[in-house]
C-alpha cells in the first residue's frame, strides 16, 4: 500500500514539474514581454515594438500590442505634425495682425495729420452733442482746444429757436441719406458772431445714432466781399 501510495506520489510529482516545465516554456515570451516592458518603463525609454517568438497565442497577443503600439505612435506623429503646423499658422497670423496694425496705424495718423491740418473745421456729433472736434473748428469758435467736447451744440448757435429749427430741418434731410449745406451765422464764446458755411452727413442714414459729421467753413469775408459786390451793382 505505501508502495503504492509512494508510486503515486512520485507520479504525480512528476506530472507536476512536466506541467509546470511546459507552462515556464508557454509563458516565456509573455514573461519576456514583461521584463522588456518593466525595463524600458523605469529607464525612462520610449516604448519599442516587442520581440515576437512564435505565432501562438501568446506571439499573436504580443503582435497584436505592436501594431496598436506602431497606430499610438503614428498618432503621436500626426499630433505633433499638426501642432507644429498651427503654431506655424499662429505666428504668420501674428506677423499679420502686427503688419496691419502697424499699416493701420500709419494711415490712421496720415488721416489725422490731414483732418487736423485742413482750413475747414470738423466735427463728430451725436444726440446734438460734439463727440470730437478738429483744432481748427475749436480756434474758428474762440474754444480752447479740447473744450467743446461733451457740450451741447445748442453753444454756436444764436438763440434756442434757431438751435431748435436747424435740428428739426437738418435731421429730416440727413435721415433720408442727403447731405445738408445751408450758410448760417454762428456764434463764437465771446458772443461775437461770424458767418459759416456749414455741410452736415449721417455716418449711417438708417441709425442717426451713430453720429453725424459736420463740416464748418468761415465765409465772413466771402460774404462781405459779396454784399460789396451787391452794393456797387446798386
Known amino acids: 500500500?505505501?508502495?503504492?501510495?509512494?508510486?503515486?506520489?512520485?507520479?504525480?510529482?512528476?506530472?507536476?514539474w512536466w506541467v509546470a516545465l511546459?507552462?515556464?516554456r508557454e509563458f516565456r515570451p509573455m514573461l519576456a514581454a514583461t521584463d522588456?516592458?518593466?525595463a524600458m518603463a523605469s529607464s525612462g525609454e520610449t516604448i519599442a515594438p516587442l520581440p515576437v517568438h512564435g505565432n501562438d497565442e501568446i506571439g499573436k497577443l504580443i503582435a497584436g500590442f505592436n501594431r496598436l503600439?506602431?497606430?499610438i505612435g503614428e498618432r503621436q506623429a500626426e499630433l505633433r505634425r499638426a501642432q507644429q503646423e498651427t503654431a506655424t499658422l499662429n505666428d504668420h497670423l501674428s506677423e499679420l495682425v502686427t503688419s496691419?496694425?502697424?499699416e493701420l496705424t500709419a494711415r490712421t495718423d496720415e488721416l489725422e495729420t490731414i483732418v487736423e491740418t485742413a482750413s475747414s473745421g470738423i466735427a463728430l456729433v451725436q444726440e446734438r452733442t460734439f463727440v470730437r472736434c478738429t483744432?481748427?473748428?475749436h480756434e474758428m469758435l474762440g474754444w480752447p482746444p479740447g473744450g467743446m467736447i461733451g457740450k451741447s451744440t445748442a453753444i454756436w448757435y444764436l438763440d434756442e429757436e434757431t438751435f431748435l429749427d436747424v435740428g428739426r430741418t437738418l435731421y429730416a434731410r440727413i435721415s433720408s441719406g442727403e447731405v445738408d449745406r445751408r450758410e448760417?451765422?454762428?456764434?463764437?464764446?465771446?458772443?461775437?458772431?461770424?458767418?459759416?458755411r456749414m455741410s452736415v452727413h449721417a455716418i449711417n442714414a438708417d441709425d442717426l445714432g451713430q453720429g453725424v459729421v459736420g463740416i464748418i467753413?468761415?465765409?465772413?469775408?466771402?460774404?462781405?466781399?459779396?454784399?460789396?459786390i451787391l452794393k456797387a451793382k446798386a
Open 1 to 16: 500500500v505505501y508502495a503504492a501510495l509512494l508510486a503515486s506520489l512520485f507520479a504525480g510529482l512528476i506530472a507536476w
Open 22 to 24: 511546459l507552462l515556464r
Open 36 to 38: 522588456a516592458l518593466e
Open 69 to 71: 503600439l506602431a497606430n
Open 100 to 102: 496691419r496694425t502697424a
Open 135 to 137: 483744432r481748427r473748428l
Open 184 to 196: 448760417i451765422e454762428l456764434m463764437r464764446r465771446d458772443g461775437s458772431r461770424f458767418w459759416a
Open 217 to 228: 467753413e468761415d465765409i465772413s469775408e466771402e460774404r462781405r466781399a459779396r454784399e460789396e
